[in-house]
């Protein structure tokens, strides 16, 4: 049997040949109506506005009077997936966080910060310049065991949850990464984000169409302003609508696209304590912060979906150890090299999150090398069994949070 050309060029995978900028532009051009989102207070730059403060006692004083309370916050909730799926793919809340719960933490953040340049620990960036700004990871996990109660009190807010629970269900989890860009910050460059943002072209295409239409729906993007945010400090720039774009994930390190963005992207100044929320497949970009005195803080968060996940522990350190011996065997004795690549892809771990990205940083792409990886270079090395136990502990250590 012989599969023709045309069966290869199927539809159902995408290439760089369907980045079309028309398609891009027609989109962006679209305008986006407040009477489409009843609950926010404006349109700001193509982007709904909530007040966040206001709907939290709106939905309140329902409960109050013996109204339906989850009616409410589900009608709401609805209107903020059209925002984030048909719509702009971006909504702003005003007043999401309390000022003060947030000085607490951009407190224990600085400390953070304070630490990570005395111990001369430099903490890259996946779209700008690493040791440009400063970037704290896993800030989730360590802002709970250096401060648990600014960590209460700041995960405690209502708006990340309803948010969250509308784009991705209950059950999710959250990640923090906090992000200064210091005056003088250049920006980043215009990206998609996690999951497929996170590959090359040639990885990005290779996963066929209906995961490019499934990734946005695993995760949500989320930044809270620390501090005042004007224009002239860089906050994130943006390209509402962008996200409609399913080829996106190829187009965005294309040229013309990178254009695209820099004629239409909209830039949206922040107060302390507001919260963006967007699709992951928004293009998108930290700006340049121009200020002469403003340390521009934000945390980013990403939060995953519950369906992200293996139904049980599979330990791939010791799996690739165990069947690393027949692998050079078969190697040897002439078993394809796509074959083995088989047989590592289901022994080892091929994904290279979560990890920790203190230790664990990109290299030569925007993400470490992979469990998978490492067993691969092994076998095409001919490494001794010793040599590939030792580097799997280490593979395994940079990615642990603590020792």
Not at 2 to 25: K, V, Y
Request: a negative charge; charged letters at 20%.
């Amino acid at each position: 049997m012989t599969i023709s050309p045309e069966r290869i060029n199927h539809p159902a995978w995408l290439s760089e040949d369907d980045c079309r900028i028309e398609e891009l532009r027609s989109l962006v051009a679209t305008e986006t109506e407040l009477d489409a989102y009843p609950h926010a207070v404006e349109i700001s730059h193509n982007v709904p506005v909530y007040d966040f403060p206001a709907l939290r006692e709106a939905m309140a004083m329902v409960s109050a009077v013996g109204g339906p309370a989850d009616a409410a916050r589900r009608a709401f909730q609805t209107e903020i997936i059209q925002a984030l799926s048909e719509g702009p793919g971006i909504v702003v809340l005003k007043g999401a966080f309390d000022a003060d719960v947030v000085d607490r933490t951009s407190a224990a953040f600085d400390a953070m910060i304070a630490e990570q340049r005395a111990s001369g620990a430099q903490a890259g960036d996946h779209f700008a310049t690493p040791g440009a700004n400063d970037r704290v990871w896993n800030a989730l996990e360590k802002l709970a065991v250096t401060d648990p109660e600014a960590f209460v009190d700041y995960y405690a807010n209502d708006a990340l949850a309803v948010i969250s629970s509308a784009w991705l269900g209950p059950a999710y989890q959250v990640t923090s990464q906090v992000n200064v860009v210091n005056p003088g910050g250049k920006a980043q460059t215009v990206h998609r984000d996690y999951h497929l943002g996170f590959l090359g072209n040639e990885a990005v295409a290779s996963y066929p169409a209906h995961v490019h239409r499934l990734s946005p729906a695993l995760t949500l993007q989320g930044a809270v302003a620390h501090c005042d945010m004007p224009v002239e400090s860089g906050p994130t720039l943006y390209l509402p609508h962008s996200q409609k774009m399913l080829a996106g994930y190829l187009a965005w390190r294309l040229p013309q696209f990178h254009d695209l963005f820099e004629a239409e992207r909209v830039q949206l100044p922040l107060a302390k304590g507001d919260a963006v929320f967007f699709n992951p497949a928004l293009f998108h970009a930290a700006g340049s912060n121009q200020s002469a005195d403003i340390r521009r803080m934000a945390n980013l968060l990403q939060v995953s979906s519950a369906f992200g996940r293996a139904m049980e522990s599979v330990d791939g350190a010791r799996t690739s150890a165990a069947i690393f011996p027949a692998l050079l065997q078969r190697r040897s004795a002439g078993l394809p090299e796509q074959a083995l690549r088989n047989a590592v892809a289901a022994a080892a771990e091929g994904y290279a999150f979560p990890t920790n990205l203190d230790l664990d940083q990109p290299v030569d792409g925007l993400a470490p090398q992979t469990q998978a990886d490492l067993v691969g270079q092994a076998v095409t090395e001919t490494w001794t069994p010793e040599r590939l136990d030792e580097a799997l502990r280490e593979h395994a250590a940079r990615r642990r949070t603590h020792g």
